[in-house]
């Protein structure tokens, strides 16, 4: 059994996510995570929501409320979102609670005394019209390296690169688009040169493993080459006040030096919240615990270099040294799992041009697992995919109802008529034993496809095996057999069929979490096959106010194999447990969202 450490991306909480969001970060950590559990992993699974920086400010003035008002707002419509997905959490909290801001404090003055946080006098962008600061996103221009308009001040989509406002051609404010007006101004910057030895040997120890996406090991490689000191402040009033800078609030920690640091501070609130304040440290400290940190492909660079740039700096890893702190010698991450970007209809997401399909909005009108289903069969996993109304249609009525729906359905329905309870097996011929076979060998393949982060040749691999399970439906025709001398031979045929759907069921679960739990009840089990996360409302553990957080007793969950099923439990006449969707919510869907029809 192995310590496995889930750190799940944080959603930023400028408004609702959407499903790009989730296809990302949200449904293939739980995925992953489900899985891990049910194979005997002690797993941590946490994140929460990032609330300090620019975008959180800008969206408060044009609503006129405080940054605080709106990150309390999102804040809960993202956890109400993400619990209605189905998402494991352990922990999900957020960057404004009085315990990450102790934490990150206390990363930054280790990471300074152990000399990587070196002060310099750089050029600042303000606007000329209102005299404030203008962060380095919300700048934009012409790439400098690969001339791509559109370009941040803080890094190039299209080539990857990261870039100061500085190096932009013909910079404009997306605020207002006034050309900014650079100052000078005094940060701290992480000495990333100092640490570039260090993080360049990390990579090749993760790329010798061969578990790395390719994409992402050559990436991370690659921004190694022009590596340069990165500020980790900013001139700005809202997030965390930097350590020994208090007398000056207008400058704050840079926000993606404080939200990767979420990742330890969740699990040390996590553990304060179950009573042993040290448990987290067996995730953390831990040289043999295993962590994979999931996330969009434009989060990479924040997770194979700044944060583990900054582990190691606490650490006293780099070329000047140094010793850890009070929180001792921190484990790096052992996978970066990046998806790629998920578009809609053909199009790049944009919550500001109204591209875009919240959360909410789908598990308004769809169940949760059609959704999860959809981005586990074809969602980014290692290329970008595209989410399209017809293609989420056909998917949940020919794959789900048609394909799991059918055969759970059918199975219970000719048990509920024939016997009304699982029945025993009498002798097992050929036919039956080759599907038992089969279906006993995929929790072998599944799994190990689940654990190295190909999901959707996973799921595609159960769904095989569901045909299997419907082939053998056709082939055996127990429906046929309704005399008393063919009775013996159908009621094993059903016990097969009750078998084949349990030890699916258990496959499924991950992926499907509610349906999961319906199927365990329409073939009469008891047990909860796949746990589900609950909301509970916590009061700060360091400062006042109280917030929601996404919790869950994970721990008793079926062993992931085999399970005999239960001779004599009751099975009732089943309803449908997926619902199949009228091909005119497509056009319906596209009125919506403004798309022209092709």
Same mark, same amino acid.
């Given at each position: 059994m192995s310590t496995v450490?889930?750190?799940?991306?944080?959603?930023?909480?400028?408004g609702p996510r959407h499903i790009g969001h989730v296809a990302g970060f949200g449904v293939p950590s739980d995925v992953f995570s489900r899985y891990m559990r049910m194979a005997g992993h002690d797993v941590l699974m946490i994140s929460g929501t990032d609330e300090h920086g620019t975008p959180i400010l800008v969206a408060a003035d044009q609503e006129g409320i405080t940054a605080r008002e709106l990150a309390d707002r999102n804040n809960r419509v993202i956890v109400e979102d993400l619990v209605n997905l189905g998402l494991s959490y352990d922990l999900f909290t957020r960057t404004t609670s009085g315990n990450h801001y102790a934490i990150v404090q206390e990363m930054f003055t280790t990471v300074r005394d152990n000399g990587y946080m070196i002060e310099q006098v750089t050029r600042g962008a303000i606007s000329p019209s209102t005299g404030r600061t203008l962060p380095d996103r919300y700048i934009e221009g012409t790439c400098p390296l690969c001339k791509t308009p559109g370009a941040r001040g803080d890094q190039c989509d299209a080539c990857g690169n990261q870039l100061d406002p500085t190096d932009l051609i013909a910079p404009v404010s997306r605020i207002n688009g006034e050309t900014p007006k650079f100052i000078e101004t005094t940060h701290y910057f992480l000495d990333l040169p100092a640490l570039a030895d260090a993080l360049g040997a990390w990579?090749?120890?993760?790329?010798?493993?061969?578990?790395w996406r390719p994409n992402v090991i050559r990436f991370s490689q690659n921004i190694l080459k022009d590596i340069k000191p990165r500020a980790m402040t900013r001139d700005i009033d809202w997030g965390i006040p930097v350590p020994g800078w208090e007398d000056q609030p207008t400058k704050r920690l840079y926000v993606w030096f404080d939200a990767v640091i979420g990742y330890l501070s969740a699990s040390i609130e996590w553990a304060r919240r179950t009573g042993d304040p040290e448990a987290w440290r067996k995730w953390w400290n831990d040289p043999e615990a295993l962590s994979y940190y999931f996330m969009g492909k434009d989060n990479i660079v924040f997770h194979s270099q700044i944060w583990p740039a900054e582990l190691i700096a606490h650490n006293g890893g780099g070329s000047k040294g140094g010793k850890p702190g009070r929180l001792g010698t921190l484990n790096l991450p052992t996978?970066? =799992?990046s998806s790629e970007f998920l578009t809609m209809e053909g199009k790049k997401f944009s919550s500001s041009k109204g591209v875009v399909i919240y959360v909410r909005d789908v598990l308004e009108r769809y169940q949760a697992d059609a959704l999860r289903y959809f981005i586990s069969a074809a969602g980014p996993e290692n290329q970008d995919a595209d989410f399209t109304w017809s293609e989420f249609v056909s998917r949940t009525n020919?794959?789900?109802v048609a394909g799991w729906g059918n055969l759970v359905n059918r199975t219970a329905a000719m048990i509920a008529k024939n016997v009304g309870e699982v029945p025993a097996a009498g002798e097992f011929t050929d036919a039956d034993n080759a599907l038992l076979a089969k279906i006993t060998e995929g929790f072998d393949t599944v799994g190990n496809l689940i654990r190295t982060h190909r999901q959707r040749a996973a799921i595609s691999e159960i769904m095989h095996l569901v045909?299997?399970?419907?082939?053998? =439906?056709?082939?055996?025709?127990?429906?046929?057999?309704?005399?008393?001398?063919?009775?013996?031979?159908l009621l094993t045929i059903l016990h097969v069929l009750a078998?084949?759907?349990?030890?699916?069921?258990t496959m499924l679960a991950p992926f499907l979490p509610f349906s999961a739990n319906e199927v365990e009840k329409v073939l009469g089990g008891t047990l909860e096959v796949a746990p589900m996360p609950r909301i509970e409302e916590v009061d700060d553990l360091d400062a006042d106010g109280s917030y929601p957080i996404i919790t869950g007793d994970y721990t008793n969950v079926p062993a992931w194999g085999h399970r005999p099923v239960t001779v004599g439990a009751p099975v009732a006449k089943p309803k449908p447990i997926f619902r199949k969707l009228d091909p005119n919510i497509i056009e319906e869907e596209l009125e919506r969202l403004g798309v022209d029809k092709q």
């Open positions: 450490l889930s750190a799940v991306a944080w959603p930023y909480a400028n990579l090749d120890e993760r790329e010798a493993t061969g578990l996978e970066v =799992v020919n794959e789900l045909g299997e399970a419907n082939a053998y =439906v056709s082939a055996t025709e127990p429906f046929k057999l309704k005399s008393e001398e063919e009775r013996p031979r078998q084949v759907v349990t030890d699916l069921n």
